[in-house]
């Protein structure tokens, strides 16, 4: 009960904290000068149409860099907390003294039968597998149709992120759930761990590369005018934005597949 | 707009009481991922003025006019950066969480009020 | 017009809200979280940021609740059927 009070209490305070921004805030008329520079020169200087993509890409640059690192660190935390039970370091493990001088918490009774040791490691409780059916055939072939469609889709959506709505991380997604058509429907094309991990980590590494070169050839770090700018609305325009995007698309997409496939486990055949 | 504010308000302050009350650790993580929700609508919602239309050039809304016509794009580059993160956290809680039963075999939070397994 | 369309949009996600808080069974809740997020990707098209709205319809209702499942069918396969009705 105590408990319970403590929650509307905590509640209750957090609700008057913000309370201002409630009640004291009112619609703008117009854009703040910061946001009113982004608008009426970003699509001369940088060449892309799509306004929200040049905050992304070129004047929050180092932003979308932070994000890609702690995406990338969340990857490497799931896989490393899931690896299989038989893989992992055993720290309670008594030592095995053979059959006849047992460990002093079993009674007499296992030893009369078959001679085996302790079992290692926490004891597991039985695990229940329910026997899986094969995939219809109506399902295989629907998701292998509809998987290069959706490859495709996501790529389109990455490669016109500076025309259109979407972008890098949108593309990257629709690319993840491809990969997840095809786990769901269980179709045995084995997704290779290590193509995927090499992948990533190239257009990551591309993608820093890409800033750098930046320094050198234009005005600063990830500045998207070491290529040129070309005609404003066509696919090839915008300097570097369609090679980073697609960059950024390939790397989210990758790293999404392994989080799903780390987190899926092994397949129970 | 004032009223998706207050949505995103409401929907924080009923993530935050499940957050608090709810003992099963899965239950927890669900009212985290509406708190995120609800944090994406506020910051949306503060980026809106009245009347206009969404941020990109085109045949509708040409370069000279644009900074009469177009919403601020500055909260919608943030709020896509946040969704994302806030997959990846999820992730990795719930990681967390399945490590955590397969160790002690409960997802009941009281069981795990030692510091030391 | 659209405060309307938008008040009713609200409602329905504050009800999924208390009904994913509240209910018995942990599918439910997790499914109801992600009807929180489609219809949050419908407000965004109102509210005109449209790449918000496709990123919030993909990852929110999308692999936000492919997440949630995988981790709960680990948690079944680990063997954990009595963790659901030891819930307040």
Redesign the interface.
């Known amino acids: 009960m105590i408990k319970k009070l403590f929650s509307i209490i905590t509640i209750v305070l957090f609700m008057l904290m913000v309370l201002p921004l409630i009640t004291g805030i009112f619609p703008f008329e117009e854009l703040s000068p910061v946001a009113s520079h982004y608008v009426s020169e970003g699509a001369d200087e940088l060449g892309a149409a799509?306004l929200?993509?040049s905050v992304i890409v070129t004047y929050r640059g180092l932003d979308t860099l932070g994000e890609v690192t702690v995406l990338f660190i969340a990857t490497a935390g799931v896989g490393f907390l899931?690896r299989r039970e038989e893989d992992m370091p055993d720290f309670s493990e008594k030592p095995q003294t053979g059959a006849a001088g047992a460990a002093s918490d079993k009674g007499p009774g296992p030893e009369k039968k078959s001679g085996m040791g302790k079992t290692p490691g926490p004891e597991k409780?039985?695990?229940?597998?329910a026997s899986l059916r094969e995939s219809s055939e109506l399902l295989l072939s629907g998701s292998m149709f509809l998987f290069p469609l959706l490859v495709l889709f996501g790529a389109y959506i990455f490669i016109h992120g500076h025309l259109t709505?979407?972008?890098g991380?949108?593309g990257g997604?629709?690319i993840?759930?491809a990969m997840?058509l095809l786990m769901l429907a269980r179709v045995s094309l084995h997704l290779n761990h290590l193509v995927l991990s090499f992948i990533e980590s190239l257009s990551g590494l591309a993608y820093v590369a890409i800033g750098i070169a930046g320094i050198f050839l234009a005005a600063g770090f990830l500045d998207n005018r070491i290529l040129p700018l070309g005609d404003f609305g066509t696919l090839l325009s915008a300097g570097a934005i369609p090679v980073i995007y697609s960059l950024i698309g390939l790397k989210v997409g990758t790293e999404?597949t392994n989080?799903?496939i780390t987190?899926?486990?092994e397949e129970q055949s | 707009?004032k009223?998706?504010t207050?949505?995103g308000f409401?929907?924080v302050i009923?993530?935050a009481?499940?957050m608090l009350?709810?003992?099963?650790l899965?239950?927890i993580?669900?009212?985290f991922?509406?708190i995120d929700?609800g944090i994406?609508?506020i910051i949306?919602?503060i980026?809106?003025l009245q009347g206009?239309?969404?941020?990109?050039i085109d045949s509708t809304v040409d370069k000279a006019t644009a900074v009469l016509r177009v919403?601020d794009p500055i909260?919608?580059a943030l709020?896509?950066t946040a969704?994302?993160i806030?997959?990846a956290i999820?992730?990795l809680m719930?990681?967390y969480?399945?490590r955590m039963?397969?160790e002690k075999?409960?997802?009941?939070i009281d069981d795990y009020k030692e510091l030391k397994w | 017009m659209s405060?309307v369309i938008?008040?009713v949009f609200?409602i329905m996600?504050?009800t999924a809200?208390?009904y994913?808080?509240y209910t018995r069974s942990?599918l439910t809740?997790?499914i109801s979280?992600g009807v929180?997020?489609l219809l949050?990707s419908i407000?965004?098209i109102l509210?005109?940021?449209?790449?918000?709205a496709?990123?919030?319809a993909?990852?929110?209702s999308?692999?936000?609740t492919?997440?949630?499942l995988?981790?709960?069918?680990?948690?079944?396969?680990?063997?954990?059927?009595e963790?659901e009705a030891?819930?307040?």
């Open positions: 799509n929200v993509t899931l409780a039985p695990v229940v597998r709505p979407g972008g991380f949108q997604v629709v993840a759930s997840l999404l989080i799903l987190m899926r486990g | 707009m009223i998706v207050i949505i409401l929907l009923i993530g009481w499940g009350t709810r003992k099963n899965i239950r993580i669900i009212g991922s509406i929700t994406h609508l949306v919602s980026g809106y206009r239309t969404a941020p990109i919403v909260p919608s709020v896509l969704i994302v806030g997959l999820t992730a719930l990681t969480a399945v039963f397969r075999r409960s997802l009941y | 405060t938008i008040s609200g996600m504050i809200a208390v994913a808080v942990l809740a997790i979280s929180i997020s949050a407000v965004y509210l005109a940021a449209p790449d918000v496709m990123t919030e993909a990852i929110g999308g692999l936000t492919v997440v949630f995988l981790a709960l069918k680990r948690i079944h396969q680990l063997g954990g059927a963790e030891s819930d307040d």
